[in-house]
């Protein structure tokens, strides 16, 4: 025999000598090359003793049911689609082991208001005394805002009023459980996309060590922190602001508001311009700009439009685009809305909620009252919005689903119909207007033969 074949004689006698004589190596067959056991599988039969041809992750139970079926299959589907999204095998048996739908979440997420809150009455119980307070104390107080305001170029004043807005500065995070409640949301299966990819998002974020499931509490949609981020903007936008090695967004005053100048810059925030300026329009504006044109101000001074205060425009707000908003209708304050306005909404896609914003943190600045009042307005049910959307839908105006939801949709259909009918069309629905959709809906129905 040659030396060479000596050799791996050798290294053969070796390795044999070095393994387990207890471990017999499984017969390699098509079937087990092609046919890996899915995680959903491994779930529901920890019990069972047959030899496996992969390791068996560490045992389990969440096969028991939870009592309800839907939600079972949903868990055992969606088990497969974590770990394939890079979630490991331990922390999905683990999280979802013994998880059962919570029933008032599927409540929250299907309720409709039944009275739509007017927006001046949602803003006044934004700017409270008692909130301006505690706002401009926070601005001299903390010492981190500075360093958060250069690296970010958001004006302190804006995230101390989204700290306000999001948990009362940090009071009120919300005590749901975040897996479960998103795990509910997906089940149910109205938002099942988004709430699958949050609860992926969630369990990652365990799976990293960054927070635990104890920590992961929030509101009853997902949203979680003393800003109320949503689990997808964790990693990618949290901050460690006070530099201990954490980010987190739970217990750190510096970290929480560092990751909402994050977001707010990564959603389009422009540093050095305002979010927004009142304005008074005149006599016979042409109320079909509404929503409309993006215009430097130039454009919109040569239309008429002053600003409500009489302060003339810094260099960088005059050369924004800039859009008109009439939240309450003609009757109400109007608003030229900067880009960082559309910034705040990509935080929160309200057109209530970024006006409160922005308001709020102007009275942190030490900013004033509106130069026009918000009208005293009658609240409109959900039959009323409904009606009057059935009702413009009937008339030729396509407002889109009838789903109660005054949207931009609603109202570009009530502006063509107040255009239509020569009523200002600032696209704006009031209890008066629907009372005259209506009617005019049921007279056209009548007139109508067969």
């Keep these: ?248 967004i739970w217990g750190s005053n510096a970290d929480s508001l560092a990751s909402a100048a994050n977001l707010l810059a990564k959603g389009g925030w422009r540093r050095g311009e305002g979010w927004a300026r009142e304005v008074i329009l005149p006599a016979n504006f042409d109320y079909s700009l509404v929503e409309g044109p993006r215009d430097p101000w130039a454009a919109w001074q040569a239309r008429g439009v002053k600003r409500a205060d009489g302060l003339p425009w810094t260099t960088a707000d005059a050369a924004a685009p800039a859009q008109l908003l009439l939240p309450a209708g003609a009757k109400g304050p109007a608003f030229l809305a900067l880009p960082n306005h559309f910034a705040i909404r990509k935080y929160n896609n309200s057109t209530a909620y970024a006006l409160g914003i922005g308001l709020l943190a102007d009275r942190f600045s030490g900013g004033g009252v509106l130069v026009t009042a918000w009208p005293v307005e009658q609240p409109l049910s959900l039959a009323d919005r409904m009606s009057a959307q059935g009702a413009l839908a009937r008339l030729g105006f396509d407002p889109g689903a009838p789903d109660g939801v005054i949207g931009a949709g609603t109202r570009k259909a009530l502006r063509d119909w107040q255009k239509a009918r020569g009523v200002p069309p600032d696209g704006y629905l009031s209890l008066d207007l629907v009372k005259r959709l209506s009617l005019e809906a049921a007279n056209a129905a009548s007139a109508t033969p067969g």
């Design 1 to 248: 025999m040659s030396r060479r074949m000596d050799r791996r004689v050798f290294i053969v006698l070796l390795l044999a000598g070095c393994a387990d004589p207890s471990m017999t190596p499984p017969a390699i067959t098509p079937s087990a090359i092609v046919q890996a056991p899915t995680i959903s599988s491994i779930l529901e039969s920890q019990s069972r003793s047959e030899p496996s041809t992969v390791a068996t992750p560490p045992p389990v139970s969440p096969s028991v049911s939870s009592g309800d079926m839907t939600f079972d299959n949903w868990r055992a589907q969606f088990a497969d689609k974590a770990v394939a999204a890079g979630v490991p095998v331990a922390v999905v048996q683990r999280e979802l082991a013994g998880l059962t739908p919570d029933p008032t979440v599927v409540s929250l997420d299907r309720r409709q208001p039944e009275f739509s809150r007017p927006v001046g009455d949602y803003i006044k119980g934004v700017i409270s005394d008692d909130r301006v307070a505690l706002g401009r104390r926070y601005r001299d107080d903390l010492p981190f805002l500075s360093d958060v305001e250069q690296r970010f170029g958001v004006p302190r004043d804006v995230l101390l009023a989204v700290w306000a807005m999001e948990s009362a500065f940090g009071k009120i995070q919300g005590n749901n459980d975040v897996i479960r409640s998103l795990a509910t949301l997906a089940a149910d299966g109205r938002r099942r996309a988004f709430a699958e990819t949050e609860l992926i998002a969630a369990l990652k974020i365990i799976a990293s060590g960054e927070a635990t499931r104890a920590q992961l509490k929030g509101s009853w949609a997902g949203a979680m922190g003393q800003t109320q981020f949503i689990p997808s903007n964790f990693d990618p936008t949290a901050v460690d602001e006070d530099g201990d090695g954490k980010r987190d």
